[in-house]
Structure formats: structure tokens, C-alpha cells
């Protein structure tokens, strides 16, 4: 099992200076809000997956006045060590050094050392558009499947490509149907090898989260996701072909797997319109413990967890069913943030498990 044994802070985000030690087991962040406790988690997501789980610039994790962060982090896995190191400069580029090795291709890194977060801004996952839902499972495939990350990159690339020429033919107002044609050879067959895979994905996942939502829910309700995908249709690369005209106008490509999204229902009904608070809060909770038990069992190891204050946002039901999973050996390396130090100690005060607590 790999767990993050140390971590030294430069100018990240609100940190000047920070050095700790983590325990193997669990790890609790205490403090006051705003004392710095989830981005001390995000730091540790930085170290797993390259970048921040909040913010979509790296600039913004450069703590305010800076010239540049850094992060560095060592990752006990069985007898090795491995130092993981994550730089940005104002104006210069993200580096991220593998024991001292800097990659050529930062997405190289990606699940090598797993992670999973549960954050209370998790429930947007039910209410936001596609986009963010699209964003969970791909991330979840790219550190369980190389290829499927490669081949996602490769698509976004050219998507972007293909409307920068969409763009270009509406502006000087011609059109190249040869040249456009080449993008679609490129594009169509990368989209037809991540719905697939997305499609096979969902096969497996779906039976995992609808366990995790009775678990946590104990109740007779029954949960569904569901696959959506144009991809779908039978005629799909006639559709693509027709789209071309309506792509023209709109300056970008209107289908795609870049449309796919995933649809959250409650006994057949659709869980934003219908689900209560405390469905949507379960709903979530048990996609985020499916995507644990997904990567262990892809990886043959347990994503490290990141738990920020989740005791705040669920009811004592549900705190009771996590505690329970905690002491039951059933997670790797936990970090839980808390506001309330007292209430930390008397959750896991009686527990037999090793136990670091650092006051921020
Ligand atoms: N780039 C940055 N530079 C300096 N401070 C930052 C930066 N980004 C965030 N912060 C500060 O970090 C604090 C919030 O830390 P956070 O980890 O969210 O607190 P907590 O989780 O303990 O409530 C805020 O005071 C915010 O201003
Ligand atoms: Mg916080």
C-alpha cells in the first residue's frame, strides 16, 4: 500500500512554510475556518493527480505575493520511497518531478499514488451541468486506465482544434469540407473508443454505488445511473456528418462524446428535481466510496482519502455507517478535516487506530 509520509509546503496558498509528518493510518486537520485545513488536503491532491481539486489555475495556489509554490512529498510504498515534487512559477510552466525526475508528459503521473476526496461542494455533482459529472467519471477512469486518459487528451486536443477551424471558416466566411474532413478521421474514432470504455466502466461501477447508497441510506429506495450518450444511436456517424452546418454556424462541433452525461435518479425519477437534501448528500457519499472500491480493485492497492468536513454536512446516520467502515479496516490512509478538535477526539478517541492530529 503507498501512503504519504511527509510533506513540506513553500508558498502554497496560505502556507509560507509547512513540514509534517503523516501517520500511516489516519490523519486529522484541526483548526478554526480558513486556518488552512483543506488546503492542506488539496496540497496532497496536487501530489497524486498534478493539480489542485478546487482551483483550475495553478496560479492561484501560489500563495498571494509569491513568485512561485512548491510541493513536496514523500510516498512510502512497501520497502520504496518516492519523493514527489510539483513547482510553479509565475509566467513558467508546472513541473512535477518524479524521485527527482521531472516528466516529460505530467499525465504520466496520474494513479500512480490514488486519491479520493469527499468534499462538501460534492452535491454540485447532482446539481450542475454535464460538465462536472463528466469530469468525475473521467477522472476516475484516468487513474484506473492509461489509455483511456491518452486517448481523452488526444480527443480534447483535437476537438479544440476542430473548432478553432469551425471558427476560422465562419470568420474569413469559406469552407474546406477536405480539410475539416481530415479532423473528423481523427476525432470520430477516439470518441468511439472512450464511450466504450465509458460504456463498459458504468457496467461495473453502477452495481458498486447502488450497494454503497443501501448501505448508507438503509432504505428501500432504489438508485439508478444511467449512461448518456449520442454515441448511442445506431446512425451516430450520419448524425456527426449532418451536424456540420449547425457546427459551421455555431463555431463549434455540437456532438460528440463531449456531450455525454450521466443521469442521477431516485426510484426512476430524476434526483435533482426529487431526491431530499439528505438522498442527494447519500446519493454522492456512495459514488465517492464506489470510487474507492473501484480504483482498490483496479490498482490492487487503496486510494489514499480525503475527507473534508464531512462531519459537518451529514446527519449522525450516516456519520455512524463512515465510522463504522473507518474502524472496520475498510480504508487505506485517511485525512479528515474538522473544525471542532473535541469532536474529532471523541470519534476516534476509543478506536484502536493509529491517530495523528495537527492543529493548523
Ligand atoms: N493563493 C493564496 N494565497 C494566500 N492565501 C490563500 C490563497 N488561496 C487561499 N488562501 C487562503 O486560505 C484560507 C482558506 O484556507 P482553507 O484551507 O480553505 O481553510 P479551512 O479549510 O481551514 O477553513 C483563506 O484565508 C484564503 O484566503
Ligand atoms: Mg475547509
Redesign the pocket.
Known sequence: MNVSSKINLLNF??YEELSLQFSAQLNCIV??????????L?AIHYLCLTKSAFNAQDT?????GSEFFLIDGTFQEEDKKHQITISMKVGGRKVVMYDKKAYERISEHIGRFPVVLIAPDDTDLVRDSGEIRRKFFDGMLSQIDHEYLDNLIQYNTILKQRNSLLKQFYERNYFDKELLETYNVLLLPLGYALHQRRKTFMEGFAPVFRQHYQYLSESREEVDLIYESELFEENFEYEFSYATRRDLQLQRTTKGVHKDDYVFEIDRYALRKFGSQGQQKSFVIALKLAQFDVIRQAKGQKPLLLL??IFDKLDDMRISKLLEMISKDTFGQLFI?D?RPERTKQLFGQSSIEMAIFQ?
Open positions: 496558498k496560505n483548526g478554526p475556518n480558513g486556518s488552512g485545513k483543506t488546503n492542506l488539496d492561484q495556489s501560489i500563495r498571494h473534508d468536513d478535516t473544525a493548523m
